[in-house]
């Protein structure tokens, strides 16, 4: 029985293999860039400021392909699992969840848990997936 864990934020992913040999931790860097909005024009004694044209659009666009390119290299790495638990902060672990449901089925269908998880060290994050999997 190979169980795994995963911890994830937008930045990176620890995945926990779990099976009879013991435990095992990979790391995955997710590669996307954050938009930082910083004033690049000169100086206006307005009250406006300087005015920086953003294309939004463009950027979220940018942004959706990089965390579908993460997702995919995460899959790769979880594919041949019996069980997955998947655990991180705000509603990432949830977005992973939908594109393993609706891109990777038969990944999705092996989803035993989403639950949210603080940021934590990699030996915190072995604790809670060897715990997790102990305890179900």
Do not use: H
């Amino acid at each position: 029985m190979k169980n795994i864990g995963i911890w994830l934020d937008s930045k990176k992913a620890l995945i926990v293999t779990i099976n009879e040999n013991g435990d095992s931790l990979n790391k995955i860097d997710s590669q996307i860039d954050f938009y930082n909005r910083t004033s690049t024009g000169g100086s206006r004694v307005k009250w406006g400021g300087t005015q920086d044209i953003t294309d939004e659009q463009n950027y979220l666009e940018k942004e959706k392909q990089q965390f579908k390119k993460y997702f995919k290299e995460v899959a790769n790495a979880i594919s041949d699992c019996d069980a997955l638990a998947i655990f991180g902060p705000a509603d990432i672990n949830e977005k992973l969840k939908k594109e393993l449901e609706n891109n990777y089925p038969a990944i999705g269908r092996k989803i035993v848990a989403v639950e949210k998880a603080d940021s934590m060290t990699d030996n915190q994050t072995r604790a809670l997936i060897r715990d997790f999997f102990n305890n179900r």
